[in-house]
T-cell receptor, first 114, second 109 residues
Framework: DAGVIQSPRHEVTEMGQEVTLRCKPISGHDYLFWYRQTMMRGLELLIY????????DSGMPEDRFSAKMPNASFSTLKIQPSEPRDSAVYFC????????????FGPGTRLTVT | RKEVEQDPGPFNVPEGATVAFNCTYS??????FFWYRQDCRKEPKLLMS???SGNEDGRFTAQLNRASQYISLLIRDSKLSDSATYLCVVNMNDYKLSFGAGTTVTVRA
């Protein structure tokens, strides 16, 4: 079975550009989480969805970040405009209601903003 | 103060040795506890849940001390494949996980 799929795997962009990260959760999972990981701050939850509805976006750093989940099999995280401090690995994870804490992470998108 | 704090290590141990490390959490209202494992440049994966009475999963033993607000992980008979970063994870009875920065373990032949 396919796991969580993320694209692109690597993204290098210039400051000020728009960046869109994509995620396909595991089929049947009803929770989807977006995380960011850096050496300085570790793994931080940005936002999570339940049944495609955003539940908690308190971890989103600022208005430059937005996330959508138009259907059960697709989610995006957009940064506009990007800044060098946004450089990080962005993970998407999905899980089932009964075992929501067992989150299956995708391989991550390594974002570098120059 | 960070919500979850861990000794970053690294803990360098020979194969077959036992290694143990703790993490502390700041919020006494925390409800659920887990250990995740993250290999170098890979995604985190759930290793085990941590129950109040302590629990084992093969060579791994997890303990919870609510009074002192710490969680421990012990690995017996270490294998080379145990080399990874172990993330301590805490939940506050919502659907959000708070991750520690991780403890790195390196098992050498």
């Amino acid at each position: 079975d396919a796991g969580v799929i993320q694209s692109p795997r690597h993204e290098v962009t210039e400051m000020g550009q728009e960046v869109t990260l994509r995620c396909k959760p595991i089929s049947g999972h009803d929770y989807l989480f977006w995380y960011r990981q850096t050496m300085m701050r570790g793994l931080e939850l940005l936002i999570y969805f339940n049944n495609n509805v955003p539940i908690d976006d308190s971890g989103m750093p600022e208005d430059r970040f937005s996330a959508k989940m138009p259907n059960a099999s697709f989610s995006t995280l957009k940064i506009q405009p990007s800044e060098p401090r946004d450089s990080a690995v962005y993970f998407c994870a999905s899980s089932l209601t009964g075992r929501w804490y067992e989150q299956y992470f995708g391989p991550g998108t390594r974002l570098t903003v120059t | 103060r960070k919500e979850v704090e861990q000794d970053p290590g690294p803990f360098n141990v020979p194969e077959g040795a036992t290694v143990a490390f703790n993490c502390t959490y700041s919020n006494s209202a925390s409800q659920s506890f887990f250990w995740y494992r993250q290999d170098c440049r890979k995604e985190p994966k759930l290793l085990m849940s941590v129950y109040s009475s302590g629990n084992e999963d093969g060579r791994f033993t997890a303990q919870l001390n609510r009074a002192s607000q710490y969680i421990s992980l012990l690995i017996r008979d270490s294998k080379l494949s145990d080399s990874a970063t172990y993330l301590c994870v805490v939940n506050m009875n919502d659907y959000k996980l708070s991750f520690g920065a991780g403890t790195t373990v390196t098992v050498r032949a």
